[in-house]
């Protein structure tokens, strides 16, 4: 299976700033995944990401507020912007590297937004 | 109502018992099961994968699917003190995949 780092691994940010996510797969794969994991909760696809082209966002997601990059096949970025405590969550990216068969993840990012 | 139900948990069980996690889904296009397991502060780790009715073992996990009830199992024997994490159930199917919130297990030794 890929293997993904992800990182930072963590992060507490002020709110109004910035966080960008970076993501680096050790093969080439054609979809990346971003996902949000909230406490107790299950998780959330906010886009898929695949090389060359705009990212899909899910219902309740936005580019302005959710930019992605996906500048070759093993590489992509997810920026968190103009953050507030709400945006505090686990991040986490992904690719399909089973196919149907499920997900490789990556460590996650833990932001606090203060 | 959610198209992916998961046994809400906590488990906390004693080291060596016999542990069962569920799920329920209501998608019948779901075709394929899979179980993940996340340990704190990391990400999902792909524990095993099924597509059709069944069992599947792996070692001490054994994987059960139920499609006329629309129903998942993951069976942990012999539980160890490692095996405490949260497991998350997943399906994939018409092109989605949708996750369990997750069951947290406690194994004390």
């Known amino acids: 299976s890929a293997v993904i780092s992800q990182k930072p691994s963590r992060d507490i940010c002020q709110r109004g700033t910035s966080l960008t996510i970076q993501c680096q797969v050790d093969?080439?794969?054609?979809?990346m995944f971003w996902y949000r994991q909230q406490p107790g909760q299950s998780l959330t696809l906010i886009a898929t990401a695949n090389q060359g082209s705009e990212a899909t966002y899910e219902s309740g997601f936005v580019i302005d507020k959710f930019p992605i990059s996906r500048p070759n096949l093993t590489f992509s970025t997810l920026t968190v912007s103009n953050m507030s405590p709400e945006d505090s969550s686990i991040y986490l990216c992904?690719?399909?590297?089973?196919?149907?068969?499920?997900?490789?993840f990556g460590s996650g990012t833990r932001l606090t937004v203060v | 109502q959610k198209e992916v139900e998961q046994d809400p948990g906590p488990l906390s069980v004693p080291e060596g018992a016999i542990v069962s996690l569920n799920c329920t889904y209501s998608n019948s296009a779901f075709q394929y099961f899979m179980w993940y397991r996340q340990y704190s502060r990391k990400g999902p780790e792909l524990l095993m994968y099924?597509?059709?009715?069944g069992n599947k073992e792996d070692g001490r996990f054994t994987a059960q699917v139920d499609k006329s009830s629309k129903y998942i199992s993951l069976f942990i024997r012999d539980s160890q003190p490692s095996d405490s994490a949260t497991y998350l159930c997943?399906?994939?199917?018409?092109?989605?995949?949708?996750f369990g919130d997750g069951t947290t297990l406690t194994v004390k030794p």
């Open positions: 992904s690719v399909d590297d089973r196919g149907n068969y499920g997900y490789t």
């Open positions: 997943a399906m994939t199917g018409a092109g989605k995949s949708t």
């Open positions: 093969s080439q794969v054609t979809m």
């Open positions: 099924t597509y059709s009715s």
